[in-house]
Every structure is written in structure tokens, then in C-alpha cells.
């Protein structure tokens, strides 16, 4: 398939899942209306929050599923949708459990609910209250729903249950690597390279690789090797991809990634990267530095310096490579056709290509 056509095919899942998540969400502001303007405005701010996103979550689904030979495209869309709405949830959550009230460059829902109760000339700290007070209430709804999305696919009996049961686990696993990675934060020693990866393999791989991709597989009626085998695909490329998205964080060219990296810096965030250099004796020119949230680009600067000459850098990439080639190795199974294969080589290369 040339790359014309994987854009093209790309294309019509994304606008397949758009339709799925816009005809949810009409559903629910006609509901809500009966509710109330408040009740109604709410599902607007949600709706928006769950806009813009790359869809990566249901393109998997997807993906797993056409590869398989599966063709009820509106199915798989449904369950794609439901783990988008999932990922909805657990982000509006993740930026109140962050005390972050901007995502995507603008106010995530925190911040809407924020601004308005600042702007009616309520005080800031009883203004981020209520702000992330219903963002708490969006992210129950979104997390709800999801699960609903499933029940709306046409699916039923033992696999409708079997669907349940794997967005479920996606949730389990998720929310103790978030666990996880809220206590790392005010642990006194620093977590391991092992510890983060745990904790990364839970809190993201789960959710947005492997579970989604054992769900399009599931329901394409594969059999249980080839559903193990894109298991494993899905955990292994999940970490790799978290490790170099953290290395992006730091290293990243902000006109390329859009986001800035002095972000996880100041914040503290506890990645691969980080867990190898604090091992370090390097690390103790710049530890007074990390996770100040007045660091400085020239701060920040030094940082990378040690990061580079301690091997922290040169380290985090070998291991999001290792990981990347053990998801490909996954692939390489009897169980599974050629067609997945190539449905999923342009994502381990996309891995690799993203690595210094």
C-alpha cells in the first residue's frame, strides 16, 4: 500500500469515529437540555475537550481490526470511539490530579470553569476549585460513557462481555500506573528505570496500545495467539513510544512536537530519562535545578548538558529501540498475516524514525 492510500485509509477511520462520537454527543446535549443551560454548557466544554486529538487510540482499534480481515466498519468504530472517550476521561482527570488548567495551547475544562468563576469575581483558589470540581464531574461522565459506546456498537452477547472486560482492564492497569506515578512524585528516593517503565507500561500502554488492539482484534474473531501476539506488539511499542515522547520533552524541537521543553523540567516529571541520570554522579551539578518551576532556558540548558555527558540521553534511546524492536519481533508470528504486518510496520518505523 503506497502512501496515498495509507493516508486515504487513515482518513475514512478517522471520519468514521467522528461520526460515531458526534452522534453521541448530540444525543447527550438533547438530554441535557431538558436538564438545564448549566447541564447543557457542560457537555459543550466536554465535547470540545474531546476534539482535536490525533484519534491514535481508535485508529489502533481499527487497525487491528481491517488487518484481521474484519469488515463491519461501524462496529469497530464504535469500540475505537469508546476508547477515545476513555482517554477523554482520563486525561480531564490527569490535568486535575496535575493542577493543570490549559490542554492543546487553551483552557482544558478546569481552566474553562476556572476563568468563568474568576471572571465573576470569585477568588483564584475558590476559582480553581470549582474548576477542577467539574472537571472531576466531566471526566465521570466521559469515563461512563465510554463502556456505553461499546453497548452501542451492535455487538452483543459474550463478546459485547469480552469488549466490556477489555476496556475494563485498560482502566485497571491505568489507574495504578497513575497511582504510581502520583507517589514517585513525593517519594524521597527516586524511582528506578524499571519502576518507570512499570509505571509507563500501566498508566499508557495499557489504555492506548494494547488494549485497544486486543479489543479490534477480539472482535475481527482472531485467535487467541494472534490476539496475545498483538498484546505484546501493544505493550512494547506503547513503552517505547512513552520513552521517546519523554525524550522529545527535553530534547524535542518545540516547532516540531508543540509543546515546550522546559514543561517537564520544571514540573519534576519522572521518566526513564531522569531515573538513569539521578543514578549518576553527574547529576548532582543540576538536581537543585529539576523541578523548579522558575527554571530558565539556560537552566534548562545545563540539565541537558549533564543528561548528555552522564549517558542518560544515549541510554533512553537505546531502550525506546529495544523496546520498538521487541514489538516488531511480536509481529513476527505465525499467527498473524502478512496484512498486519504491514498494517503496523509504518508505526515501529514512526518509533525508530523519532529516535536521535
Do not use: C
Request: a negative charge; proline letters at 4%; aromatic letters at 8%.
Amino acid at each position: 500500500m503506497d502512501t496515498h492510500d495509507l493516508v486515504a485509509v487513515s482518513e475514512r477511520r478517522q471520519k468514521h469515529v467522528e461520526r460515531v462520537l458526534a452522534a453521541f454527543f448530540s444525543d447527550s446535549h438533547y438530554r441535557a437540555k431538558a436538564l438545564g443551560a448549566p447541564y447543557e454548557r457542560l457537555w459543550e466544554t466536554l465535547e470540545r475537550n474531546a476534539s482535536g486529538g490525533k484519534r491514535f487510540r481508535p485508529r489502533m482499534v481499527m487497525a487491528a481490526y481491517e488487518s484481521l480481515g474484519g469488515t463491519d466498519h461501524d462496529a469497530a468504530a464504535h469500540i475505537g470511539a469508546a476508547f477515545e472517550l476513555l482517554h477523554t476521561a482520563l486525561i480531564v482527570h490527569d490535568d486535575v490530579i496535575d493542577r493543570d488548567f490549559v490542554r492543546r495551547g487553551g483552557p482544558n475544562v478546569s481552566g474553562r470553569y476556572r476563568d468563568i468563576a474568576t471572571t465573576a469575581g470569585i477568588p483564584l483558589p475558590v476559582a480553581e476549585h470549582r474548576g477542577m470540581s467539574v472537571a472531576i464531574i466531566a471526566g465521570d461522565l466521559a469515563l461512563f460513557n465510554s463502556y456505553r459506546l461499546i453497548d452501542r456498537s451492535g455487538v452483543d452477547g459474550l463478546l459485547r462481555t469480552r469488549l466490556h472486560d477489555i476496556l475494563d482492564e485498560a482502566m485497571f492497569v491505568s489507574a495504578a500506573g497513575e497511582l504510581y506515578d502520583v507517589d514517585f512524585s513525593i517519594r524521597s528516593d527516586p524511582p528506578t528505570v524499571d519502576e518507570i517503565v512499570e509505571m509507563e507500561r500501566l498508566k499508557t500502554a495499557g489504555y492506548s496500545f494494547e488494549g485497544p488492539l486486543v479489543a479490534g482484534s477480539v472482535l475481527a474473531g482472531a485467535e487467541p495467539a494472534a490476539v496475545d501476539a498483538l498484546a505484546t506488539f501493544g505493550r512494547d511499542i506503547g513503552i517505547a513510544y512513552q520513552i521517546v515522547d519523554d525524550l522529545l520533552g527535553v530534547f524535542g524541537d518545540e516547532s516540531d512536537t508543540g509543546k515546550t521543553t522546559l514543561g517537564d523540567l520544571r514540573e519534576g516529571k519522572r521518566t526513564v530519562l531522569l531515573a538513569h541520570a539521578t543514578a549518576q554522579p553527574e547529576w548532582a551539578e543540576v538536581s537543585g535545578l529539576f523541578g523548579s518551576p522558575d527554571l530558565t532556558e539556560a537552566d534548562a540548558a545545563r540539565i541537558r548538558s549533564v543528561l548528555e555527558s552522564a549517558g542518560s540521553r544515549r541510554f533512553a534511546e537505546a531502550l525506546a529501540r529495544d523496546f520498538a524492536n521487541r514489538a516488531w519481533e511480536a509481529l513476527v508470528n505465525d499467527s498473524l498475516p502478512d496484512s498486519v504486518r504491514e498494517e503496523f510496520r509504518p508505526i515501529v518505523a514512526s518509533v525508530l524514525g523519532r529516535v536521535r
